[in-house]
Each structure stands twice: as structure tokens, then as C-alpha cells.
């Protein structure tokens, strides 16, 4: 990585991410309890619903903008103003008639949100206020994704992260202020979502101008050529985040329409952790994303296989030691939480997040897969699998007793599956390297996630736990055994611990200049 802008932006960006993720955490853990007990569990169980039925908003945002941000940033990184506005413009063009046509969609589902779900007696108006303000507010962050994609293709995304917060906590001082003044109901919180939507919105016009001048609106730039190569790419990618949806949001639609409303409410408490590390697996991984892109525009193969052979084995390893913890500390971490009668979900959300260790690991390879525009294949996997995992997921449920444990066992397997046997071997084939350059890492992902839920639970034996003080003490205690591990482990990887000596100089370096 010799490129010093790069090298200047990266810290930046880790540190946003970090703290997007830390706003996102201490928020969306406290508004869970907050809303639960304002509005009752079967109630709350609907929030994340509406999030679910306007997930396919999301869908066409993500593979729009991998379109949008691969040609961009080419253009961008090739200096080439008039085609950059040519995709920009062609894009919005695209995204504006996406809106048109979801507009249909999401009244179909309203007329009809009945049929669809389990609503709880008593709230089917504020369930339908719920779902269509809702669909607004993801609409309009459909809209700000095209502006969004300058910000990335100048590797700007520390911006991205701190409107992300200010987003997050915008949303959440909205919804306490409504329920301030009047009783608690579920309208305010779809009323909260457009208007966070709006906000977010309008700060992305701003900085999307501020960084990049040149990029204006201007319908007469529509270019054809640009809508045969974005849709080429964009309905593969499109495919491939249906088949992410049938992995990882249709469970709780299963749960509500087959096992109940208050079961989904249970469901959707546990998928907060699911979630919480996925975006923290997913800001980490975005890091190197746009430098992903950026090596290859600029044609860095080796570059390219170095870094993100490096960003897999950090990830496996950190994620391994997060979730090591938590899985040690959930029946402890439901009780504190959210109150000890759901100290019973211990179980439920050990499962739910055991397969993680393996599924978080391979999020580096996915920007391999945009970068040479190679979205076909695993597009047609993706979908394939995943509704092999709907299929499951409702046999489980309906022909046994396994109830919720039914539908994580389904996704459990068909993802694993997946992201340990293809998804690994398809990255390595485009980067030209030995096709099991990364499987052979999942051996350090198993290694690490059983240190630390061993020493986890040897630390937590000699405590009661029954504060968020002695919580983070062990979980603190935790990482640090499991750091050392970690260095240990350095002493037999030449190639991080070149890396983290270059850091450690580095830093010592700019100490001596000061």
C-alpha cells in the first residue's frame, strides 16, 4: 500500500467505523429495552419487521451503488470529469424509476399487510402508519445512496460513517421526544425513521458536493451505454442481495407468520446481537473496500492478494475472540440487558451466533468479487442457497418441535456452507492464487473463538455477574488473555508481525518528530 493518501485515510476511516459502531451499539441495545417496555414485546416485534419488508429497498440501493461506486471510482481515479457525470447522472436516472416502481410494491403490501404478517389485536393502524412511513424513509435513503457513492469512490468514509451516526441518534432523540409528549405508539417510531431519513439526506447533498465539485445533476448526461453496463452488473448483484435476504431477514418474517407475533418479539431481541456484530464485521470489512477497488483501477494485483489476505486473518481472528465472549456471557448478558425472565434465550443466541466465526471471516473477499465485476456466479449460488434455507428454515418449524431453533439451524447451515466452501475458493480463483489460500484460516477463527469462550467462562466463575460493571470487567479481563494469545500467535506469522512492527515504527517515528 504506497499510496500516502491511502495511508493517511485509513486510520481515519477505521477510527469513524469504530465509532459509528460504538453509536450503534450502545443505542441499539438501550432503544430495544426502551421500546419493549413502552410498547410491549409483540408490539416491538413489528419494528424490526418493517425494517424486514422494506429490506428489498435496501437491496437495490446495495447493488445499484456496487454498480455506481466500481464505475465511478474508475472514472474518478482516471481523472475522466465528463463520464463520471455521465454514470452519475445515468444512476440517478435509474434510481429515480426504482423508486417509481417500489412506490407500487410497497402499496400492495400495505393493502394487504393483513395477510402477510401477524399483527397483535389493537394495533393494525399504527402497524400500517408503522410500515408506511417506514417505506418512505427507506426511499429516500434510496435516493442519497447515488449521491453517497462520491464520498466513497474518494475513500471518504469517515463522512459516511459520521452521518450514519448522526442518523442513528437523531432517530433515537425523535422517538423519546414523541413519547415524551403522548402515549407511546408505534406510529412515532415510522415517524422517527423518515425524518432521520430526511436529515441524513440532506447532509449527503452537502459533503457529496463539497468533496467533488465537478459531479452536478444533469439529465442531458443520461447515457445508454452506462445503463446496459450498470444493469449487467446491477441485477447480478441485485440477485445476489435477494439470496442475503432469504439468509439473513427472512427468519423473522418465518417466526412471526408461522410460530406468532410474541415469538418474533424473542427472535428479534436475540437478532439484535446477530446484527449488531454483522455491521461491526461489515464496517471493519468496508475499510478496505474502496482500496480494494482503488488497486485494482490502478491494476496493484499483488497489492491487492496482500492486503486482503491480511484483512481475512484479522478478521477471523477478532471476530472469533468477540463472539467467543459473548456466547460465554449470553444467559449473563440477557439477564443485565433486558431483565432476567430472558435469561432463557441464553441457548437461542449461543446458536444463533456460533456460525459467525466462520461467516464473518470471508466479508474481505466480497469487494473482490465487484472489483473484476465477476457477480454472476455467486449470484446464482447465493439465491440457490438461499432459498434453499427458506425451504429448510419452514420445514424445521412446521414438521418440528425445534420452534426458533428450527429456523437458526436452517440458516446456520446452508450459509456456513456457503461461505466456507465457495465463497473462500471463487476469491481465490479471480486472484489467480492457490484455490485454498483462505479455507486454511478457518482453522484460526476455531482456535481463537475457543480460547476466548474458555477463558470467558474460567474469568466468569469467579464473579457474579449481576452488573454492566462486572460484565465489562471479564469481557475486558477476556480480551486481554486473548490478546496475548494473539501475540504469541504474531511470533509464528512473518507476515503480520511485519506488518504490526511497521506500525509500532512508524508511531515511534512520528512520537520523535513531535
Do not use: C
Not at 416502481?101 to 397483535?120: A, D, E, F, G, K
Not at 470489512?285 to 497489492?303: C, L, Q, W
Not at 432459498?387 to 440458516?411: C, D, E, F, Q
Not at 479481563?477 to 494473539?486: D, E, H, Q, R, W
Amino acid at each position: 500500500m504506497n499510496n500516502p493518501n491511502l495511508k493517511k485515510q485509513l486510520p481515519k476511516n477505521l477510527i469513524m467505523n469504530l465509532l459509528s459502531f460504538l453509536t450503534r451499539t450502545l443505542i441499539g441495545l438501550w432503544i430495544i429495552p426502551y421500546l419493549v417496555k413502552n410498547i410491549g414485546l409483540s408490539a416491538y416485534g413489528l419494528v424490526p419487521l418493517a425494517m424486514f419488508f422494506s429490506a428489498y429497498i435496501n437491496i437495490i440501493i446495495q447493488s445499484i451503488n456496487s454498480a455506481i461506486n466500481r464505475f465511478l471510482l474508475i472514472a474518478i481515479q482516471q481523472n475522466n470529469t465528463l463520464e463520471a457525470n455521465r454514470v452519475f447522472n445515468t444512476s440517478l436516472i435509474i434510481i429515480l424509476s426504482f423508486i417509481a416502481l417500489q412506490s407500487i410494491i410497497m402499496t400492495l403490501v400495505i393493502i394487504n399487510l393483513s395477510y402477510l404478517i401477524s399483527i397483535p389485536i389493537g394495533l393494525a393502524n399504527d402497524a400500517f402508519w408503522l410500515f408506511l412511513l417506514t417505506f418512505i424513509g427507506f426511499s429516500i435513503s434510496l435516493l442519497r445512496g447515488v449521491f453517497a457513492t462520491t464520498l466513497f469512490a474518494h475513500n471518504r468514509l469517515d463522512i459516511l460513517r459520521l452521518m450514519e451516526m448522526i442518523q442513528i441518534i437523531s432517530r433515537t432523540l425523535i422517538i423519546i421526544f414523541l413519547f415524551s409528549i403522548d402515549t407511546p405508539q408505534l406510529v412515532y417510531v415510522g415517524i422517527a425513521n423518515i425524518l432521520a431519513s430526511i436529515i441524513i439526506l440532506l447532509l449527503t447533498l452537502y459533503y457529496s458536493k463539497k468533496i467533488y465539485s465537478p459531479l452536478h445533476v444533469n439529465f442531458t448526461l443520461f447515457d445508454r451505454k452506462y445503463v446496459k453496463e450498470l444493469s449487467q452488473m446491477g441485477i447480478w448483484v441485485l440477485i445476489n442481495q435477494i439470496g442475503s435476504l432469504l439468509f439473513l431477514k427472512i427468519d423473522l418474517f418465518i417466526a412471526n407468520r408461522f410460530l406468532g407475533a410474541s415469538m418474533a418479539g424473542e427472535y428479534a431481541i436475540i437478532l439484535q446481537w446477530n446484527t449488531l456484530i454483522r455491521v461491526f464485521a461489515g464496517l471493519l470489512s468496508g475499510v478496505i473496500t474502496p482500496i480494494t477497488m482503488i488497486f485494482y483501477a490502478k491494476d496493484k494485483r499483488e497489492d491487492m492478494i496482500k492486503m486482503v489476505k491480511i484483512a481475512f486473518k484479522l478478521m477471523a481472528i477478532g471476530m472469533s475472540i468477540i463472539i467467543g465472549e459473548i456466547t460465554a456471557l449470553s444467559g449473563d448478558i440477557l439477564s443485565i440487558w433486558m431483565g432476567e425472565e430472558f435469561r432463557y434465550l441464553e441457548y437461542l443466541m449461543l446458536f444463533s451466533l456460533l456460525p459467525l466465526i466462520i461467516n464473518l471471516s470471508v466479508y474481505p473477499l466480497f469487494a473482490i468479487q465487484t472489483a473484476y465485476n465477476r457477480v454472476k456466479i455467486p449470484a446464482i449460488v447465493t439465491l440457490i442457497l438461499g432459498l434453499g434455507n427458506l425451504i429448510l428454515a419452514i420445514v424445521l418449524v412446521k414438521w418440528t418441535t425445534l420452534g426458533l431453533y428450527g429456523i437458526v439451524l436452517a440458516s446456520a447451515t446452508i450459509l456456513t456452507l456457503k461461505n466456507s466452501i465457495f465463497t473462500p475458493i471463487y476469491a481465490s480463483y479471480l486472484l489467480k492464487i492457490p484455490l485454498l489460500s483462505f479455507t486454511k484460516y478457518y482453522l484460526l477463527s476455531i482456535f481463537f473463538y475457543i480460547s476466548s469462550y474458555t477463558i470467558t467462562i474460567i474469568l466468569a466463575s469467579f464473579y457474579h455477574i449481576d452488573s454492566y460493571l462486572i460484565l465489562f470487567w471479564i469481557m475486558a479481563l477476556s480480551i486481554l488473555f486473548s490478546l496475548i494469545l494473539f501475540y504469541i500467535y504474531l511470533r509464528f506469522d512473518n507476515q503480520l508481525y511485519q506488518i504490526f512492527n511497521k506500525l509500532l515504527e512508524y508511531k515511534k517515528t512520528k512520537k520523535g518528530k513531535s
